[in-house]
């Protein structure tokens, strides 16, 4: 393989002589006809060097005469080129201004040059650029000097001084742009957005970076700089825990990679593929230097991918697998590198020879020699065999002592911090706890001051394990360390789904904390580090984009269009749903940079929680630890705590929980087809049975979230917030049996995301209601879906009671119930001013892995969450009568459940855009029941806060209902959630 990899500037000289020692005719025309382009060119170059440089002609022939046939050929090679002036008087003279640096920035491109080297270079570059182009290519000048800061940031890169880096780098990026070298460009932001990611430093800077640069690059050829950049969108995204997004950048760095004639699939040895792409590669190889960076780029890219692989499969045989993948990928990595690096010392040594090089090799500063290396290699590799074993010697610990010396510490930092570890696990297998600490801490502060996140947490959690059970306050300290960390870089995370799954791997240390505060009762400690658990305050939207015909919004607009056409596929609907999800995502990191307050949770304590809740006021929170322990809390207005801590089988409240909702997820339209599946069972035996053991379960949940231990803080209170926790979001409390009845009738209950929703102040500036509703949908793209006349009748009788109170309305009926009306400048003005906004419509929550997927279905056109998001709104209530409005999606972005527990669907959308108060449905309504409800509601609504509205709503409903009727199925699906007081 090393021949092929040959530069053609070596392989021109090797001919040279050759020709020398048998300067026939025959000979030149056989080297000449088998050379293609590339090669041809370097043969002419270095033959006119040898016919007009004498010293040239010793360096390439020594002893040897040249001939005249020299000069023959060396006419023929330029009438083939074309290029009279080829090489010119001499080579000094065509290089004069920029000659001085190419053997300087040859180092470079070899990662041989020190750092100090490279300032000088570059800063040299600067100084003299104007006087370099009076005699050179503004490009060549500029593309010199865009390269030179690239390398110098990679050098600072590799020392782990990431400012330093971050510096080079963006300096690199402004002088490729001023000089519109796109290419340049490209890359030095692929890198840039790279060492942003490292270590999770700033996942917002890279993807700002590397977003809008991927996207304009989909209409280019295939790349390296292509699939480094998306191999970076992987990676990061995989930082949030963005399963959904991680897969699919990942499978465009394949694809990419497969394009670029390197495929390797997981059947396939790593050395027979590799074997596969030489073999697919030209006979004559034009760019070497290139084909030997795709070789050598496309098995780390592959071998980044087995790392993610490994890390999202976390234990067990895929992981293994990925892992021996991965280590494979590497061997043969450094097989080729090995050769390459064989064949370019051969090369430079020529180049060097004839004067193309001044320098021979330089080592980098503060770097390990390759024997130092090896050894390092060999002691680790024996102290791990023994702590595999269990028995560690005191000869190898102390050997490895010995190995943490200065030179390793300054050259090798990520190198001493496995050392360390190594050292700590070992002294703690020893039941050494004392003597391993110094090495958790030394590795602890290596890890932070590179902003290594993942080592920071890795390091504590191996302290963890070797901690002593009894040591609780060290346990404490640790975990509160941890989660200081974790806080900080999840400020840095700006999409808020992202933010919230960016958790999917680190909540065991929130756990140990919660319960560490449970049996210590320190409950501010609890308060505090359970709402890092919960949902953050939503993030309002900018006012720049409210309203106005921005360049974001036109481009939403026009892939919403083609969403809602009726002629793509279903493979073009996920890809247009995903290109949307990207582009609002893109835009919002551009904006939320300048947003950083609203990120971090306010402080909660007791003392607030107290101060904010009436003396009939109670407040229940709600936090897993674990499948199968929770903590429950209650506290009221009148300083009253109580707490508990409950153990449950998962299944056995999975169960229970999806008891409630007895629908399952049904299709969209559903509210007008009744409620038959409810009793589908033959014979009225079958129905009564069913809701016997329905009772049964509901009472025996109710038992567990509602334990002895809290009751005492409910006694004496009449109004009641409910904080739930990642399953319980899709648990109707208020139909819970409470004594002879429901919990609704003794409490006026509402929900909230989190508690620092209690924080929220309260809107009072809406005037006046607004009313959508339509019955029928045959006229719009979105045909088939059932009728709703109980939705028009609402409309209307809703009109009718506001006009005669004489507050302001203004509805949107059937005709005008239009996505372009809503969203025109008179629908949206009246939207804005509402302080009450009814929709009574079909809607569809979040369909599947897009967030902001939630959609109201109009008479033509549909809104989603990205629309009402948008939407600034001055709403006190906004009423969703529509099957599943209410509903919080339980898992996104490829997990089960949100760690973060953050809102989703119309609850985010609408929080966004201003409102305080939401009233949904968790499953689907009976379009006549709905339309009862909806009426009573705002009756009792101009005499009380919504809360106990609806509680009023239910006890009348309850009341008059036929005994067929008066199950929770009918009435239990709406919810009110709040984010922020009620207003007064």
Same mark, same amino acid.
């Not at 390439?60 to 006419?75: H, I, K, N, P, V």
């Not at 009793?679 to 567990?704: H, K, P, V, Y």
């Given at each position: 393989?090393?021949?092929?990899?040959?530069?053609?500037?070596?392989?021109?000289?090797?001919?040279?002589?050759?020709?020398?020692?048998?300067?026939?005719?025959?000979?030149?025309?056989?080297?000449?006809?088998?050379?293609?382009?590339?090669?041809?060119?370097?043969?002419?170059?270095?033959?006119?060097?040898?016919?007009?440089?004498?010293?040239?002609?010793?360096?390439?022939?020594?002893?040897?005469?040249?001939?005249?046939?020299?000069?023959?050929?060396?006419?023929?090679?330029?009438?083939?080129?074309? !290029?009279? +002036?080829?090489?010119?008087?001499?080579?000094?003279?065509?290089?004069?201004?920029?000659?001085?640096?190419?053997?300087?920035?040859?180092?470079?491109?070899?990662? *041989?040059?020190?750092?100090?080297?490279?300032?000088?270079?570059? !800063?040299?570059?600067?100084?003299?650029?104007?006087?370099?182009?009076?005699?050179?290519?503004? %490009?060549?000048?500029?593309?010199?000097? %865009?390269?030179?800061?690239?390398?110098?940031?990679?050098?600072?890169?590799?020392?782990?001084?990431?400012?330093?880096?971050?510096?080079?780098? !963006?300096?690199?990026?402004?002088?490729?742009?001023?000089?519109? @070298?796109?290419? #340049?460009?490209?890359?030095?932001?692929?890198?840039? +957005?790279?060492?942003?990611?490292?270590?999770?430093?700033?996942?917002?800077?890279? @993807?700002?970076?590397?977003?809008?640069?991927?996207?304009?690059?989909?209409?280019?050829?295939?790349?390296?700089?292509?699939?480094?950049?998306?191999?970076?969108?992987?990676?990061?995204?995989?930082?949030?825990?963005?399963?959904?997004?991680?897969?699919?950048?990942?499978?465009?760095?394949?694809?990419?990679?497969?394009?670029? #004639?390197?495929?390797?699939?997981?059947?396939?040895?790593?050395?027979?593929?590799?074997?596969?792409?030489?073999?697919?590669?030209?006979?004559?190889?034009?760019?070497?230097?290139?084909?030997?960076?795709?070789?050598?780029?496309?098995?780390?890219?592959?071998?980044?991918?087995?790392?993610?692989?490994?890390?999202?499969?976390?234990?067990?045989?895929?992981? *293994?697998?990925?892992?021996?993948?991965?280590?494979?990928?590497?061997?043969?990595?450094?097989?080729?590198?090995?050769?390459?690096?064989?064949?370019?010392?051969?090369?430079?040594?020529?180049?060097?020879?004839?004067? /193309?090089?001044?320098?021979?090799?330089?080592?980098?500063?503060?770097?390990?020699?390759? $024997?130092?290396?090896?050894?390092?290699?060999?002691?680790?590799?024996?102290?791990?065999?023994?702590?595999?074993?269990?028995?560690?010697?005191?000869?190898?610990?102390?050997?490895?002592?010995?190995?943490?010396?200065?030179?390793?510490?300054?050259?090798?930092?990520?190198?001493?911090?496995?050392?360390?570890?190594?050292?700590?696990?070992?002294?703690?297998?020893?039941?050494?706890?004392?003597?391993?600490?110094?090495?958790?801490?030394?590795?602890?502060?290596?890890?932070?001051?590179?902003?290594?996140?993942?080592?920071?947490?890795?390091?504590?959690?191996?302290?963890?394990?070797?901690?002593?059970?009894?040591?609780?306050?060290?346990?404490?300290?640790?975990?509160?360390?941890?989660?200081?960390?974790?806080?900080?870089?999840?400020?840095?995370?700006?999409?808020?789904?992202?933010?919230?799954?960016?958790?999917?791997?680190?909540?065991?240390?929130?756990?140990?904390?919660?319960?560490?505060?449970?049996?210590?009762?320190?409950?501010?400690?609890? @308060?505090?580090?359970?709402?890092?658990?919960?949902?953050?305050?939503?993030?309002?939207?900018?006012?720049?984009?409210?309203?106005?015909?921005?360049?974001?919004?036109?481009?939403?607009?026009?892939?919403?269009?083609?969403?809602?056409?009726?002629?793509?596929?279903?493979?073009?609907?996920?890809?247009?749903r995903r290109l949307r999800q990207r582009l609002f995502d893109n835009w919002l990191l551009n904006q939320v940079q #300048?947003?950083?307050?609203?990120?971090?949770?306010?402080?909660?304590?007791?003392?607030?929680?107290?101060?904010?809740?009436?003396?009939?006021?109670?407040?229940?929170?709600?936090?897993?630890?674990?499948?199968?322990?929770?903590?429950?809390?209650?506290?009221?207005?009148?300083?009253?705590?109580?707490?508990?801590?409950?153990?449950?089988?998962?299944?056995?409240?999975?169960?229970?929980?999806?008891?409630?909702?007895?629908?399952?997820?049904?299709?969209?339209?559903?509210?007008?087809?009744?409620?038959?599946?409810?009793?589908?069972?033959?014979?009225?035996?079958?129905?009564?049975?069913?809701?016997?053991?329905?009772?049964?379960?509901?009472?025996?949940?109710?038992?567990?979230?509602?334990?002895?231990?809290?009751?005492?803080?409910?006694?004496?209170?009449?109004?009641?917030?409910?904080?739930?926790?990642?399953?319980?979001?899709?648990? $109707?409390?208020?139909?819970?049996?409470?004594?002879?009845?429901?919990?609704?009738?003794?409490?006026?209950?509402?929900?909230?995301?989190?508690?620092?929703?209690?924080?929220?102040?309260?809107?009072?500036?809406?005037?006046?209601?607004?009313?959508?509703?339509?019955?029928?949908?045959?006229?719009?793209?979105?045909?088939?879906?059932?009728?709703?006349?109980?939705?028009?009748?609402?409309? %209307?009788?809703?009109?009718?009671?506001?006009?005669?109170?004489?507050?302001?309305?203004?509805? /949107?009926?059937?005709?005008?119930?239009?996505?372009?009306?809503? @969203?025109?400048?008179?629908?949206?003005?009246?939207?804005?001013?509402?302080?009450?906004?009814?929709?009574?419509?079909?809607?569809?929550?979040?369909?599947?892995?897009?967030?902001?997927?939630?959609?109201?279905?109009?008479?033509?056109?549909?809104?989603?969450?990205?629309?009402?998001?948008?939407?600034?709104?001055?709403?006190?209530?906004?009423i969703l009568s529509a099957c599943y409005a209410g509903l919080r999606p339980a898992g996104s972005r490829g997990h089960?459940?949100?760690?973060?527990?953050?809102?989703?669907?119309?609850?985010?959308?609408?929080?966004? %855009?201003?409102?305080?108060?939401?009233?949904?449905?968790?499953?689907?309504?009976?379009?006549?029941?709905?339309?009862?409800?909806?009426?009573?509601?705002?009756?009792?609504?101009?005499?009380?806060?919504?809360?106990?509205?609806?509680?009023?709503?239910?006890?009348?409903?309850?009341?008059?209902?036929?005994?067929? *009727?008066?199950?929770?199925?009918?009435?239990?699906?709406?919810?009110?959630?709040?984010?922020?007081?009620?207003?007064?």
């Amino acid at each position: 393989m090393r021949k092929r990899f040959e530069l053609p500037i070596a392989w021109a000289v090797r001919c040279v002589r050759q020709l020398a020692k048998q300067p026939d005719p025959d000979h030149w025309r056989q080297i000449w006809e088998s050379a293609g382009h590339e090669k041809r060119r370097q043969l002419a170059m270095v033959l006119g060097m040898l016919v007009l440089d004498a010293t040239m002609q010793e360096k390439l022939l020594g002893g040897e005469a040249r001939t005249a046939s020299f000069e023959d050929w060396f006419q023929e090679a330029r009438a083939y080129l074309d !290029k009279p +002036a080829l090489v010119g008087a001499t080579p000094a003279t065509t290089t004069a201004a920029l000659g001085k640096f190419y053997d300087q920035f040859s180092l470079i491109l070899q990662g *041989k040059a020190t750092s100090e080297e490279l300032r000088v270079f570059t !800063k040299t570059l600067d100084e003299e650029k104007e006087e370099l182009m009076k005699a050179n290519p503004p %490009a060549e000048v500029n593309g010199l000097r %865009a390269d030179g800061w690239h390398h110098l940031g990679l050098a600072f890169t590799r020392q782990e001084d990431q400012q330093a880096a971050i510096g080079a780098l !963006k300096e690199a990026i402004n002088i490729a742009d001023a000089a519109a @070298l796109a290419e #340049h460009a490209a890359l030095s932001r692929a890198t840039l +957005a790279q060492v942003y990611l490292r270590g999770t430093r700033d996942i917002d800077g890279a @993807l700002r970076l590397a977003l809008p640069l991927w996207e304009e690059s989909q209409a280019l050829p295939p790349s390296l700089t292509l699939a480094d950049l998306t191999m970076t969108l992987a990676e990061t995204y995989q930082q949030t825990g963005d399963q959904v997004e991680a897969r699919y950048f990942e499978g465009a760095v394949r694809e990419l990679l497969r394009k670029l #004639h390197c495929p390797l699939d997981r059947e396939t040895p790593v050395s027979e593929a590799l074997a596969d792409w030489v073999a697919l590669l030209p006979a004559e190889d034009p760019k070497p230097n290139f084909t030997m960076k795709l070789l050598k780029s496309a098995l780390v890219l592959y071998a980044r991918l087995a790392r993610l692989e490994e890390s999202r499969a976390g234990e067990g045989s895929a992981a *293994k697998f990925w892992g021996s993948r991965f280590r494979e990928i590497t061997e043969v990595e450094n097989q080729v590198t090995q050769v390459l690096y064989e064949q370019s010392f051969r090369d430079n040594a020529i180049m060097q020879e004839i004067g /193309f090089l001044d320098h021979g090799p330089v080592e980098p500063e503060d770097s390990l020699s390759q $024997a130092e290396m090896m050894g390092l290699q060999e002691l680790t590799e024996g102290f791990r065999t023994q702590l595999d074993a269990g028995v560690i010697g005191d000869e190898v610990v102390k050997a490895m002592e010995l190995a943490l010396h200065p030179p390793v510490l300054r050259a090798t930092p990520l190198l001493a911090m496995s050392l360390q570890w190594l050292l700590a696990e070992g002294h703690g297998e020893r039941g050494e706890y004392e003597a391993a600490v110094p090495y958790f801490e030394r590795a602890l502060a290596t890890a932070v001051s590179l902003e290594r996140l993942d080592d920071a947490l890795y390091t504590i959690s191996l302290q963890l394990g070797y901690l002593p059970a009894t040591a609780f306050p060290a346990r404490r300290e640790l975990c509160t360390r941890a989660i200081t960390l974790i806080e900080a870089a999840r400020e840095r995370v700006g999409t808020p789904y992202q933010q919230s799954v960016f958790l999917h791997d680190k909540t065991h240390f929130y756990s140990l904390l919660l319960l560490d505060a449970f049996k210590t009762e320190n409950w501010n400690l609890l @308060l505090q580090t359970g709402s890092y658990l919960k949902a953050r305050f939503p993030l309002p939207l900018p006012e720049t984009a409210a309203g106005t015909a921005t360049d974001f919004n036109l481009r939403l607009q026009a892939i919403q269009e083609q969403i809602n056409g009726t002629e793509s596929t279903a493979g073009e609907q996920a890809e247009l749903r995903r290109l949307r999800q990207r582009l609002f995502d893109n835009w919002l990191l551009n904006q939320v940079q #300048h947003q950083d307050a609203r990120r971090t949770p306010p402080g909660i304590s007791t003392e607030m929680l107290f101060g904010k809740l009436a003396a009939h006021e109670v407040l229940l929170s709600y936090y897993q630890l674990s499948e199968e322990v929770w903590l429950v809390l209650a506290l009221n207005g009148r300083g009253e705590l109580r707490a508990a801590r409950q153990i449950a089988p998962a299944e056995w409240l999975n169960d229970r929980v999806a008891e409630t909702n007895v629908f399952g997820r049904q299709p969209v339209g559903y509210r007008a087809r009744g409620m038959e599946p409810y009793g589908g069972f033959t014979g009225r035996r079958s129905l009564i049975d069913r809701a016997a053991r329905r009772q049964r379960r509901r009472e025996e949940l109710a038992n567990w979230l509602l334990p002895q231990e809290v009751l005492p803080v409910l006694e004496g209170s009449t109004r009641l917030y409910i904080c739930p926790h990642r399953l319980l979001h899709q648990l $109707a409390f208020h139909a819970l049996p409470w004594r002879t009845g429901f919990l609704i009738e003794a409490f006026a209950v509402s929900y909230l995301p989190s508690l620092a929703s209690l924080q929220g102040p309260p809107h009072t500036g809406g005037k006046g209601v607004v009313l959508v509703g339509t019955q029928d949908y045959s006229d719009g793209p979105d045909r088939g879906l059932s009728s709703l006349p109980g939705a028009a009748a609402e409309i %209307a009788g809703l009109t009718k009671f506001y006009q005669d109170l004489g507050v302001p309305v203004h509805a /949107f009926p059937e005709a005008e119930a239009r996505r372009e009306t809503l @969203l025109s400048r008179t629908g949206s003005a009246a939207i804005a001013e509402a302080a009450i906004i009814h929709l009574a419509l079909h809607a569809e929550d979040v369909p599947g892995e897009a967030p902001m997927d939630a959609r109201l279905f109009l008479q033509r056109g549909t809104l989603d969450g990205f629309d009402i998001a948008q939407w600034r709104l001055r709403a006190d209530l906004v009423i969703l009568s529509a099957c599943y409005a209410g509903l919080r999606p339980a898992g996104s972005r490829g997990h089960a459940t949100l760690p973060g527990d953050d809102l989703f669907g119309f609850q985010a959308a609408f929080f966004a %855009a201003g409102a305080r108060q939401l009233l949904g449905a968790l499953w689907p309504v009976e379009d006549t029941v709905g339309q009862q409800l909806m009426l009573k509601f705002h009756a009792h609504l101009r005499g009380a806060e919504a809360a106990v509205a609806w509680q009023r709503t239910v006890l009348d409903y309850l009341q008059a209902a036929p005994e067929d *009727k008066r199950q929770p199925l009918y009435w239990a699906p709406f919810f009110l959630v709040e984010e922020g007081r009620h207003a007064k």
